[in-house]
């Protein structure tokens, strides 16, 4: 199979898939920001299907609801409260709690599982403030309309940036490779830095060496990025060398929790993956037939 059919086929999530998540997205919304106790300001769209990255199959969609609130505001309460709040509205969900920052609801479609996660936040009006802030915790979720924005600004670069990362998502899945979404999405940005590739094979070809220049030490900065400068940016690399700025957050490195086994496991992935599209294996290598 020609490997855009195979992305049009497999990868891309369809209208109905799209439709029936942002379709829940919004009834989120709306119970959010309608409800008098929570005082929502705004919600700001996140992850994979804001960015239009989304793998199919992988339904997920993130929500940051930005209150209105003093800084003495018991997040810990509040969470509590929009989990209720979710359970109430949704009792079929097959599951809601609360993980680390954030409110997790899981509701089961025809489409198969939905997840989402709620993530309340202050606001932040740039990502040098959001490097600024004393409590970040508070703050972190706004860095989302950054990052929504930065890989948008790749994809109206780059037609087919999308399914780029569509592919390399699939890749990882294959081979249990332990990268983030949002790392390949950056790591894939710099690789390419605005330029158009022809051909997949080398487009494949460029985000490889730059995971594993990344894995050797190359630190990967947002590209063309007019929120702030290579200058600007405070992250600092992990105790392995490594280190992958944030677009939402120049005091963040994306990179900083890779332990060694990791970046060994990547490694090696990432050269067999090069070995196999130098040998002209590349359908053979996504398991496209």
């Given at each position: 199979m020609d490997i855009n059919e195979y992305i049009k086929s497999n990868l891309r999530p369809d209208q109905n898939e799209e439709g029936v998540i942002q379709?829940?997205?919004?009834?989120?919304?709306?119970?959010l920001q309608k409800d008098s106790i929570l005082s929502v300001a705004k919600c700001l769209p996140g992850g994979s299907f804001a960015k239009g990255t989304m793998l199919r199959g992988n339904f997920e969609g993130d929500?940051?609801?930005?209150?209105n609130k003093d800084k003495n505001f018991d997040f810990d309460k509040l969470m509590n409260y929009v989990l209720k709040l979710m359970q109430g509205n949704f009792p079929t969900a097959i599951d809601a709690k609360i993980i680390s920052k954030s409110v997790n609801l899981i509701i089961k479609k025809p489409i198969g599982m939905v997840y989402f996660d709620i993530l309340p936040a202050f606001e932040i009006n740039s990502p040098l403030q959001m490097s600024q802030v004393v409590n970040e915790k508070y703050y972190s979720g706004s860095s989302t309309r950054f990052q929504v924005e930065y890989v948008k600004q790749q994809k109206n670069s780059i037609a087919y940036?999308?399914?780029?990362?569509?592919l390399l998502k699939h890749w990882k899945k294959l081979y249990n490779v332990p990268l983030s979404g949002y790392q390949l999405e950056l790591i894939a940005a710099a690789a390419h830095n605005g330029q158009k590739i022809e051909f997949w094979q080398d487009v494949l070809l460029a985000c490889f060496n730059k995971i594993l220049a990344m894995v050797l030490g190359e630190v990967i900065f947002p590209v063309n990025w007019h929120h702030f400068t290579n200058k600007q940016v405070t992250a600092l690399k992990s105790n392995l060398g490594v280190l992958i700025v944030d677009p939402g957050n120049p005091a963040n490195n994306v990179a900083a929790n890779l332990n060694s086994s990791e970046l060994m496991q990547i490694k090696n992935q990432v050269n067999n993956a090069i070995s196999m599209i130098n040998a002209k294996k590349m359908n053979e290598l996504l398991t496209i037939k």
């Open positions: 379709s829940n997205m919004d009834s989120i919304t709306t119970i929500i940051v609801y930005i209150i940036f999308g399914d780029l990362i569509r």
